[in-house]
């Protein structure tokens, strides 16, 4: 069963779409679930052929819990369970960084997990101390001083974040069980994931507003010469203008986790999409900084029809590194939006409306969009912030560079 | 209600099922009153745009907001001589 995100612990399998003897390709559809998120199809992640259907239809099924056998066609037995944990993206432009994580960001990094006797581990006589105290495991603590040594600071986050932990957790339980009893699972898991980020992340809210004549001047002149079903949107010149800043501040692109910003090679730009029914859901446009602007119109159209029908994939549910909301043309104006856990930033638009502008000495009605980005300021300071949204605004006055 | 007027009722009806169209007047603005948004509208209009086999120019794109001017648009439309 794929993690879909921090916050899911278990999903019911609607139906599988395979059965055993079948041939499966990387990024095939072999089944549904049913998550707090709504409807998922899970996709699978090598090339083989099914042996087994461990997870009977109906069935609630844990988080990482073993759904299926695949026989990779080279590997073997290599392949086999790879359903919750996807590898890393083959495509890449240059490596910015070596990628730690795969998709699904784990709460715990490799480092913390990692058993250590604990008369090896470096710690001040202070920190040992405190972490008696506390009740605190130090072969679980990572330290910042010399050689790992770990001081009593490191004792007291790890014991914040490890308290942090349970509390969320609580929520969870609460929420499954709320959810249990039909009060709507995905309500609650806003909830759990929203309750956190205000607890535990210190935003900054930075705005700007932008001149949109340009970019809207030249994408009427494009949508003049498409049919109508190859329209551009505002919101995919928004999303691959994100993107393409990010390849410049990648400091906004990743997750806060175990006290430390990890950032992420793969862009991926989740875009809220609001349901009729109720609630939200995150897909992510994978990899939009690789992608044309008219790969990104393409992929947008085809994940903002997918969420609405319920068909999204796991792997676009849970691998945004940064999330991207845009009201539209009958919203507010601004909006302060509230990073999703572990996610570092989040670009807010509010409406295009004309408003006045100073152009060239002299005041005119244009078309403005009002931008905001709340940033974490454990990852960032308001200086990346300020370099975004200018970047964001020397993007959107080239559209034709997208 | 003519058939065109149906044809369109049945694509809000898609991207807006729960949304009682009997009480739609000709003239209502479609995203206030059937709070549907930019996405919802252009899928209804490639939906339409197919089912009556017309294209939507640019120009006529934005004006398209309600049942009477997009019903309007797709006569006009369907009835306008091919080599005009």
Redesign the interface.
């Known amino acids: 069963m794929p993690s879909l995100g921090s916050q899911m612990i278990e999903a019911r399998l609607i139906q599988w779409l395979v059965k055993p003897g079948d041939t499966v390709k990387r990024g095939d559809i072999i089944g549904e679930i049913d998550t707090e998120k709504g409807l998922i199809d899970i996709e699978v992640f090598e090339d083989g052929v099914v042996t087994e259907l461990v997870s009977e239809e109906g069935e609630v099924i844990p988080v990482g819990s073993v759904m299926a056998v695949i026989d990779g066609e080279d590997e073997g037995e290599k392949a086999k369970a790879k359903l919750a944990s996807p590898p890393e993206e083959p495509e890449k432009k240059e490596p910015r960084k070596k990628r730690e994580k795969a998709a699904t960001p784990p709460e715990q990094p490799e480092t913390a997990s990692r058993e250590v006797p604990l008369h090896r581990v470096k710690a001040s006589p202070l920190a040992r101390r405190v972490a008696e105290d506390l009740q605190v495991d130090l072969s679980k603590v990572k330290g910042s001083g010399a050689e790992g040594t770990i001081h009593k600071k490191d004792v007291e986050a790890f014991a914040k974040q490890k308290a942090a932990d349970e509390t969320f957790e609580k929520e969870l339980d609460m929420a499954e069980h709320l959810s249990a009893a039909g009060t709507g699972g995905m309500r609650q898991a806003i909830a759990a994931a929203m309750s956190r980020s205000n607890r535990e992340i210190p935003h900054y809210y930075l705005e700007t507003e932008i001149d949109m004549k340009v970019p809207l001047d030249w994408l009427?002149e494009q949508?003049?010469e498409r049919?109508?079903?190859d329209?551009l949107?505002?919101?995919m010149l928004l999303i691959k203008a994100v993107a393409n800043v990010l390849t410049e501040l990648p400091a906004l692109n990743g997750f806060w986790t175990d006290e430390a910003m990890h950032v992420e090679e793969g862009i991926h730009i989740g875009f809220a999409i609001?349901l009729?029914q109720g609630g939200l859901v995150i897909p992510a446009i994978l990899n939009a900084d690789l992608k044309s602007l008219e790969e990104t119109r393409s992929a947008f159209?085809d994940m903002?029809?997918r969420a609405r029908e319920g068909h999204l994939r796991s792997r676009e549910i849970s691998s945004a590194t940064i999330t991207v909301t845009s009201l539209?043309?009958?919203g507010a104006d601004k909006v302060y939006g509230v990073i999703y856990p572990p996610q570092v930033a989040l670009v807010g638009f509010g409406k295009i409306a004309k408003r006045p502008q100073t152009v060239d000495g002299a005041i005119g009605i244009r078309p403005t969009l009002s931008v905001v980005l709340a940033g974490d300021h454990r990852a960032s300071d308001g200086h990346t912030g300020s370099r975004f949204l200018e970047k964001l605004n020397e993007q959107l006055q080239h559209p034709e560079a997208l | 209600m003519n058939d065109t007027e149906a044809v369109i009722k049945k694509h809000l009806h898609r991207v807006a099922p729960e949304a009682n169209l009997d009480q739609l007047r000709p003239e209502d603005d479609l995203g206030n009153a059937l709070d549907i948004d930019s996405m919802d509208f252009y899928t209804m209009m490639v939906a339409l745009s197919e089912e009556f086999g017309v294209e939507v120019p640019e120009e006529e794109y934005g004006q398209l907001r309600s049942l009477k001017s997009i019903t309007t648009f797709l006569e006009r439309s369907v009835n306008r001589p091919m080599d005009s």
Do not use: F
Request: proline letters at 11%.
């Open positions: 009427n949508n003049k049919a109508v079903s329209r949107l505002p919101p609001a009729r159209v903002v029809m539209g043309e009958r």
